[in-house]
């Protein structure tokens, strides 16, 4: 999943919802270096992202990308599955979906300083184009496809990936929708284990 999942996933807590935003960027055991909180997060993290890389949804998802794409196949998908939590936002969350990204824009900000670096640089360009927002339109999921691709080089490819949406739409978004119910109530108890461990 993408950021607006990982963080969407995280319940009311500022601290595990940063946790698990910065976790791609903590390896092994380093998490331990941080509060409780922040180590429940990237825990929480990283079993989001080896129940979503293993489950049969995704993988028809991914499928549909694999010739074109290869291996970059499952960081499309996390991508266009932000895209339909955000285009469908009130079936997941009575709080609007800009008055929720101003909310967690905040949070960064109160606790820039637990940011790593790489976070840190990212965060204002983050919050000036309002990325989380933008998931919800075709048009700002391009933007952040063609971006993923200029950071491999133009290898991958990846902003074309657009076509592939928009032709398989209603497949990509039903795939969705059952996985996503599916990883809400796994992402719930895997919560509350990590929390009461």
């Given at each position: 999943?993408?950021?607006?999942?990982?963080?969407?996933l995280?319940?009311?807590?500022?601290?595990?919802?940063i946790?698990?935003?910065?976790?791609?960027?903590?390896k092994?055991?380093?998490?331990?270096?941080?509060?409780?909180?922040?180590?429940?997060?990237?825990?929480?993290?990283?079993?989001?992202?080896?129940?979503?890389?293993?489950?049969?949804?995704?993988?028809?998802?991914?499928?549909?990308?694999?010739?074109?794409?290869?291996?970059?196949?499952?960081?499309?998908?996390?991508?266009?599955?932000?895209?339909?939590?955000?285009?469908?936002?009130?079936?997941?969350?009575?709080?609007?979906?800009?008055?929720y990204?101003?909310?967690?824009?905040?949070?960064?900000?109160?606790?820039?300083?637990?940011?790593?670096?790489?976070?840190?640089?990212?965060?204002?360009?983050?919050?000036?184009?309002?990325?989380?927002?933008?998931?919800?339109?075709?048009?700002?999921?391009?933007?952040?496809?063609?971006?993923?691709?200029?950071?491999?080089?133009?290898?991958?490819?990846?902003?074309?990936?657009?076509?592939?949406?928009?032709?398989?739409?209603?497949?990509?978004?039903?795939?969705?929708?059952?996985?996503?119910?599916?990883?809400?109530?796994?992402?719930?108890?895997k919560?509350?284990?990590?929390?009461?461990?």
């Amino acid at each position: 999943m993408n950021y607006l999942a990982h963080i969407y996933l995280s319940g009311d807590n500022d601290l595990v919802t940063i946790g698990n935003f910065i976790a791609d960027g903590i390896k092994g055991k380093d998490y331990k270096k941080y509060s409780k909180d922040i180590q429940v997060g990237i825990l929480l993290h990283r079993h989001i992202d080896t129940f979503t890389d293993s489950h049969k949804t995704v993988r028809i998802s991914t499928k549909r990308l694999h010739e074109k794409y290869g291996h970059y196949s499952g960081i499309i998908v996390d991508i266009l599955y932000d895209h339909f939590l955000a285009k469908n936002w009130e079936s997941y969350s009575a709080m609007p979906l800009d008055e929720y990204t101003d909310k967690f824009y905040d949070a960064l900000e109160e606790h820039y300083a637990l940011l790593p670096p790489r976070i840190q640089k990212m965060m204002p360009y983050m919050i000036a184009d309002n990325w989380l927002l933008s998931y919800a339109s075709i048009a700002g999921i391009s933007k952040v496809l063609e971006g993923m691709n200029r950071r491999t080089k133009n290898k991958s490819g990846m902003h074309k990936a657009v076509i592939e949406l928009e032709t398989f739409y209603e497949e990509f978004e039903s795939e969705f929708t059952a996985f996503f119910t599916e990883l809400i109530a796994f992402s719930k108890q895997k919560l509350k284990d990590l929390t009461i461990s």
